[in-house]
């Protein structure tokens, strides 16, 4: 099972997963993401979350993708 089916409990579980570019995530998805106001969380295991501003995890994926 994907982090994503596992993840998708109660009302989620009617929506489906999909592929994304990694560059559309971050140029398109994410500044999307903030402009309606949600924030996203990490390492979600259904019971607590950590949330975080949609800028930091822009600029930490920028970073990271710098060393490839």
Same mark, same amino acid.
């Given at each position: ?26 140029? &398109?998805? #994410? ?19 950590? &949330? #975080?501003e &949609? ?5 930490? #994926? ?7």
């Amino acid at each position: 099972m994907r982090m994503v089916e596992y993840c998708a409990t109660d009302g989620w579980k009617i929506y489906s997963s999909k592929s994304m570019d990694m560059y559309e995530f971050i140029d &398109v998805f #994410l500044p999307n993401f903030k402009k309606e106001g949600f924030k996203p969380s990490i390492f979600l295991n259904n019971a607590d979350s950590a &949330v #975080l501003e &949609v800028d930091i995890i822009i600029e930490d #994926l920028k970073t990271e993708l710098e060393k490839y």
